[in-house]
Structures are given as structure tokens and as C-alpha cells.
């Protein structure tokens, strides 16, 4: 494993660490302890899901990226993208339904809409770049 990966990966695994407190949060929200309309209910389970997945997915792309032969940018793209896309994307869903009764998504929803073209943009890179390695 090169230190690139090794680096991101422990702190992918960190930052694992803040998705099982939302957890918490997402626990009161089910239970009725945090009050929350049912639009806030859907993102926040949204929210949560996307940052679990994306981080174990760019843990993935830590390995996958040193098999390519990318360098530079597209090497940081290959192996970034997905972790970007896991602070924007769940940040997109909280920030966009903060706010006492809230029933629509406010102008934060842009970050879900930038990290999943910055997830298809990392996606892209890392797989052109496994095949052609």
C-alpha cells in the first residue's frame, strides 16, 4: 500500500467515526426524541447512508488507485473523488433540510448535485485508469 493510501485510509476510517454518531442522532430521530418533519426524517436517513457507503467505497479506491499507472492530477482525482463526494453529498442532505419544520430542501441541495458529478468524475478516472494500467 503506498503512503498516499495508507494516509487516506486511516483517516477514511476516522471519519467513520462521525458517521456512527450520526447514527446516534439518526437513532433519536426514529425514536420520536428529536423532532423532525418527515422530509427531515427522508434526508437524514439519506444523509447517513451516503456517507457509510461512500467512505467504505473510497477505502476501496485507496487499493484500486495504486494498481493504476495515473499520475498527478488524475491520480488525485482517482483517488479523492470518492472521499469528496462523501463530505459533499451527506453534507448536501443535512444542510439542506436544517431548520425547524422544514419540508423542502433549501439551497444546499447544490452539494448532493457537486459530489455526485464529483463521484462519476472520480469513478470515471479510476476505472480509465485500471484499464489502462
Given at each position: 500500500m503506498s503512503d498516499e493510501s495508507r494516509i487516506l485510509a486511516g483517516i477514511l476510517?476516522?471519519?467513520l467515526v462521525t458517521v456512527e454518531t450520526g447514527g446516534l442522532y439518526l437513532l433519536k430521530v426514529v425514536q420520536g426524541k428529536a423532532p423532525t418533519t418527515p422530509f427531515q426524517e427522508k434526508f437524514a436517513r439519506?444523509?447517513?447512508?451516503?456517507?457509510?457507503?461512500?467512505?467504505?467505497?473510497a477505502l476501496v479506491c485507496q487499493l484500486l488507485a495504486d494498481?493504476?499507472?495515473?499520475?498527478g492530477f488524475w491520480n488525485w482525482v482517482s483517488r479523492s473523488g470518492v472521499a469528496i463526494?462523501?463530505?459533499?453529498?451527506?453534507?448536501?442532505?443535512?444542510?439542506?433540510?436544517m431548520g425547524?419544520?422544514?419540508?423542502?430542501p433549501n439551497a444546499f441541495i447544490a452539494?448532493?448535485?457537486?459530489?455526485?458529478?464529483?463521484?462519476?468524475?472520480?469513478?470515471?478516472?479510476?476505472?480509465?485508469?485500471l484499464i489502462t494500467a
Amino acid at each position: 500500500m503506498s503512503d498516499e493510501s495508507r494516509i487516506l485510509a486511516g483517516i477514511l476510517l476516522l471519519s467513520l467515526v462521525t458517521v456512527e454518531t450520526g447514527g446516534l442522532y439518526l437513532l433519536k430521530v426514529v425514536q420520536g426524541k428529536a423532532p423532525t418533519t418527515p422530509f427531515q426524517e427522508k434526508f437524514a436517513r439519506a444523509g447517513h447512508a451516503h456517507a457509510a457507503v461512500l467512505l467504505v467505497l473510497a477505502l476501496v479506491c485507496q487499493l484500486l488507485a495504486d494498481s493504476t499507472t495515473q499520475t498527478g492530477f488524475w491520480n488525485w482525482v482517482s483517488r479523492s473523488g470518492v472521499a469528496i463526494a462523501a463530505l459533499l453529498m451527506p453534507g448536501g442532505f443535512f444542510f439542506s433540510s436544517m431548520g425547524k419544520d422544514r419540508t423542502e430542501p433549501n439551497a444546499f441541495i447544490a452539494m448532493v448535485l457537486a459530489g455526485a458529478a464529483l463521484l462519476a468524475v472520480g469513478l470515471t478516472s479510476l476505472g480509465i485508469g485500471l484499464i489502462t494500467a
